[in-house]
């Protein structure tokens, strides 16, 4: 985890050396965060970081990133809420395009490396005659590393308030295996699925 962040502290450092135009956007904002593809109700959290933002041109740019975000999912079952808190440390590299004035679309890649994973009152058995919950530290079932794709929106006002949303896609199981959840239908497939709206103040470093 410190060699990846090394790494997103070098890139900011060096676009700003290099950059035609460098700026730092510390973001804050709402997640929604669910599990796809079971389509579980969606849990709220934050994320907050800083962005780095190298304009190469008048409309393109290049944005990596470093946020803490909360995620995970919630679910109500039979009058219990089930809950899953999968916090990451998210490293995202997004090209944008600005479009017209302020306006901008981006998409890119993202690292997240799990920090957290915590579930209360999870149902990872519901056969006829056989209910089973979970509650506690499930860490050690939880991938390190989860790989996904960002795309988004944002607007850059001429004041420096940036506003944006934007929905990470999973592309990797958050689950390593099995494990203490042998019986749970969440064994196989189970992607991150984010919605992120965040604002952030752009100061411009040349």
């Known amino acids: 985890m410190k060699r990846w962040i090394m790494f997103v502290v070098v890139l900011l450092v060096s676009v700003q050396v290099n950059a035609q135009e460098f700026s730092f956007i510390p973001k804050a904002g709402l997640n929604l965060a669910n599990l796809t593809p079971y389509g579980a109700d969606m849990r709220p959290g934050l994320n907050i970081g800083v962005a780095g933002e190298y304009r190469f041109s008048s409309r393109f740019a290049l944005e990596p990133g470093l946020y803490y975000s909360m995620q995970g999912y919630q679910y109500d079952d039979k009058g219990v809420t089930s809950k899953l808190k999968c916090d990451y440390l998210n490293i995202p590299v997004y090209v944008k395009a600005y479009l017209f004035k302020g306006f901008n679309v981006f998409a890119g890649p993202q690292l997240g490396i799990n920090v957290r994973a915590n579930v209360s009152d999870m149902v990872v058995s519901d056969m006829p005659g056989y209910r089973k919950q979970i509650t506690g530290n499930i860490r050690e079932n939880v991938n390190k590393v989860d790989f996904s794709l960002g795309v988004g929106a944002g607007y850059l006002f001429d004041c420096g308030l940036v506003v944006s949303a934007n929905y990470n896609i999973g592309l990797t199981n958050?689950?390593?295996?099995?494990?203490?959840?042998?019986?749970?239908m969440y064994d196989n497939t189970s992607n991150n699925g984010v919605i992120q709206i965040n604002v952030g103040w752009c100061f411009r470093m040349k």
């Open 174 to 184: 958050i689950f390593k295996d099995a494990g203490g959840l042998s019986d749970s």
